[in-house]
């Protein structure tokens, strides 16, 4: 483990708590931001975050508070806010921000409009900051309550991604290192969809073949469009890609599933965002379908979730368009983007 270091985590939701209790933990001296005073103050006042963390004590050692200048001095500054608050959130850190800073993104997904990745939109907004992404299978849930997990710690400074590692690493949180930023932040993203797409199947109660077959090939077209983005192919057959795509498809802490679940029941993709809360698979259908058809590649599955989402085709009928593809081979192209 690391010697004892400053570490401030922006976003006290769920995830951002966990961090936070688990750094401190093992010797860290953590400050917790949120942006909503009440939320800080709730958690002060129980010494746990009661409605996404029940029964989970939040030390008192852990500073919390609501004024953003407490990333000045931390060494590394860990972002686990809402993909829609990074690009804000991130530019607002600029004054307090010492070059140098380690700056983590531990949330999931594509900017809207854009479909850059996180690290890229923190990086134009943070110049001066080395940055870093942290992805891989970690419900909030069992982060927080000490259950052993592995994760990945992303950068294309590879010094940065270890120095994430160094610090983040301990008994109960593996933490292993990587150079390739694009795969990783891609598998966070897109497995998404394909949790959403396996929570359907759940919901249609049409069995275990189909969601095996739907998050094995859904695995396939996620490569595909990251090796036309650049990433390299092992990396979806890691954490942040088959190992996030296994817990995320078969947990019910899953937001993404639970969504999946309801759609399949008969709510509208849109209800069921309204009663889960954030979908990021929802959106990452709407991006994941649009970087394939302008790249060019051929991702049938976050085609079909794409089609539910936003165009109202019934469940039933993308399984069914699903199975009627073309007959081909199971390796034709490998994981090579068609044209």
Not at 149 to 157: F, G, L, P
Request: overall charge neutral; proline content about 5%; glycine content about 10%.
């Amino acid at each position: 483990m690391a010697q004892q270091a400053a570490i401030t985590v922006l976003g006290a939701g769920g995830w951002g708590t966990a961090l936070a209790i688990m750094a401190e933990k093992y010797g860290h001296r953590v400050s917790l931001w949120s942006p909503f005073e009440q939320e800080v103050a709730a958690i002060r006042r129980f010494d746990e975050h009661k409605k996404l963390l029940p029964g989970v004590p939040v030390p008192p050692s852990i500073r919390l508070t609501s004024d953003l200048s407490c990333v000045q001095g931390a060494r590394l500054v860990i972002l686990a806010v809402p993909s829609f608050a990074i690009a804000e959130t991130a530019a607002k850190l600029s004054p307090y921000l010492a070059p140098g800073t380690l700056v983590a993104n531990a949330g999931k997904g594509l900017e809207a409009g854009t479909h850059r990745r996180f690290t890229q939109v923190i990086a134009e907004a943070l110049p001066c900051a080395r940055v870093a992404a942290l992805s891989g299978p970690s419900h909030a849930e069992e982060v927080a309550r000490g259950v052993p997990t592995s994760v990945i710690s992303a950068s294309q400074d590879i010094a940065a991604a270890e120095e994430v590692q160094e610090l983040l690493m301990n008994p109960r949180f593996r933490v292993y290192a990587s150079d390739d930023v694009t795969g990783v932040e891609l598998g966070g993203a897109l497995k998404n969809v394909i949790a959403l797409a396996a929570g359907i199947c759940d919901g249609l109660e049409i069995g275990d073949n189909t969601k095996a077959a739907l998050m094995t090939r859904g695995l396939a077209e996620i490569a595909r469009l990251g090796l036309a983005l650049g990433a390299r192919a092992e990396t979806f057959a890691g954490l942040s890609g088959m190992g996030d795509l296994i817990v995320t498809c078969g947990s019910l802490h899953s937001r993404n599933r639970r969504a999946g679940i309801l759609i399949g029941q008969g709510r509208t993709p849109q209800e069921a965002v309204r009663q889960v809360g954030t979908v990021e698979g929802y959106h990452a259908a709407l991006a994941g379908w649009e970087l394939a058809q302008s790249l060019h590649v051929e991702m049938p599955i976050t085609e079909q979730c794409y089609a539910v989402c936003y165009q109202g085709q019934p469940p039933r009928e993308a399984i069914s368009r699903l199975m009627e593809r073309p007959r081909r081979r199971e390796t034709e192209d490998g994981w090579q983007p068609r044209g």
